[in-house]
């Protein structure tokens, strides 16, 4: 493998294990925030139990979290030396501000957590999740920035190929930045809606039935239909901003090469990489149109109008589909849920339901996975787009080869900590238990 292969292998593997731990970091504390403001509200220890469980094993995540982060900011001057070169001057404020944002977060988070039943209003200690929540969102926030930065570059101009006149705030607000942001948020917050309720499942699969585990399935689902609906129509407000302004990457993932409209949707299938035919697919008519410009009529640009050493990898398609349908079932479950829940001696608690439940949890995960790879995958060649391509920006260094399995191994190492800590941490000790005891206590 070359030393390019290394490198993009390299910061794919971080990127993947690191956005499981910022989708959490992001998602979980307005959750926490929900549940304490209900059980003040209502004066019901179920709900303030959620927060104290939630915020334990949101603390183990957010540790793991700062140092794949670490990791990657490390990799960005060590593999990407020509990119933080070029456009390091450029894009440093969102940088800085990420990290301002991600203290911001930690110093409230500690006050948080050490001061349960210090004030004796409890609304006072409520009112700290809200600079947690601010912290942990505004970090997403920066980040994808930087992110939206590279696929819409601007806030420079280019002299003898340096970015010279820079003005920062311009390359912050690019044209992508309102689309991506929205989805990275809506969709980590989905996600650990999901992920809240695939464990109050879990544990009723189990046997476990007090209302604790009732109410947090009953709270998440209804807060998971509203993300999940808000998510998909944030993605398809992403899809019309591709089609105008990253055609070749809507393109590439629906198979589309020749310009025109009337544009039928292709979900699934297969393609003849020779022959550019598409079979075993499903065909929506004039689905893409719509999905690009809001009109059946509407003209999609093809990837026939680009160089073809400019076209993304097609096997993004499969990223997209996939991505795209997860989504639907997040959608689906909640809707049949809540549904269920409303007729009179149906039991929305069912073996069928809560194993749904269970399942939208790691498919949330696989969503995001799927959803970030298509970002950065469906950007190739480039690291910015029309300015600077990935082979132009990768070290020079040929030991990247030894880097990876090192990184490998400490992405394994903390997987393997991070789970074991959190068995740890609820092992033996299911919500009824933990609530009898602070009964007694109090």
Request: proline share 5%; charged share 15%.
């Amino acid at each position: 493998m070359s030393t390019l292969d290394w490198s993009r292998g390299l910061t794919e593997m971080t990127l993947a294990f690191h956005i499981l731990f910022a989708t959490v970091g992001v998602g979980i504390p307005i959750f926490i925030s929900i549940a304490e403001w209900i059980g003040i509200r209502k004066k019901d220890p179920h709900y303030t139990l959620m927060a104290r469980r939630w915020t334990r094993g949101f603390v183990i995540t957010v540790a793991v979290g700062v140092v794949t982060g670490t990791c990657i900011g490390l990799q960005l001057s060590l593999l990407w030396p020509e990119f933080m070169r070029l456009a390091g001057n450029v894009i440093s404020l969102p940088l800085f501000l990420e990290t301002f944002a991600f203290f911001f977060e930690a110093i409230f988070l500690g006050i948080y957590l050490y001061t349960w039943n210090r004030f004796k209003n409890p609304y006072l200690h409520w009112l700290l999740t809200v600079p947690i929540v601010i912290g942990s969102s505004a970090s997403a926030l920066f980040i994808t920035m930087v992110n939206a930065f590279m696929n819409t570059p601007q806030g420079f101009t280019v002299e003898q190929g340096n970015f010279i006149h820079i003005d920062p705030i311009a390359a912050m607000f690019n044209p992508a930045m309102p689309s991506k942001v929205a989805h990275v948020l809506s969709s980590a917050y989905v996600t650990a809606a999901f992920l809240l309720a695939m464990i109050a499942a879990f544990g009723m699969l189990r046997g476990r039935k007090d209302d604790y585990y009732k109410k947090s399935i009953q709270l998440n689902m209804a807060a998971g239909l509203i993300l999940a609906a808000t998510t998909i129509w944030i993605g398809d407000w992403s899809a019309k901003f591709l089609a105008e302004a990253q055609p070749e990457k809507l393109a590439a993932a629906e198979w589309h090469f020749e310009t025109g409209n009337e544009v039928s949707l292709i979900v699934g299938g297969k393609l003849n990489p020779e022959t550019k035919e598409v079979t075993g697919a499903i065909e929506i008519p004039w689905g893409l149109s719509f999905l690009a410009t809001g009109d059946p009529n509407g003209t999609v640009v093809g990837l026939n109008d680009f160089p073809t050493e400019e076209w993304p990898p097609l096997y993004v398609h499969y990223l997209f589909d996939l991505m795209v349908g997860i989504g639907f079932y997040l959608l689906a479950v909640p809707i049949l849920f809540l549904l269920i829940k409303r007729v009179k001696g149906w039991n929305a608690y069912n073996r069928w339901i809560l194993t749904s439940i269970v399942a939208g949890g790691p498919l949330s995960l696989l969503a995001i996975e799927l959803g970030w790879f298509y970002a950065e995958v469906g950007r190739q060649p480039w690291i910015i787009r029309g300015y600077m391509k990935v082979s132009d920006a990768v070290t020079t260094n040929p030991n990247v080869g030894f880097t990876f399995w090192l990184f490998a191994a400490l992405h394994a190492l903390l997987g393997v900590i991070c789970l074991f800590v959190l068995g740890r941490l609820f092992r033996n000790k299911p919500a009824e238990m933990e609530l009898e005891e602070r009964r007694i206590i109090l």
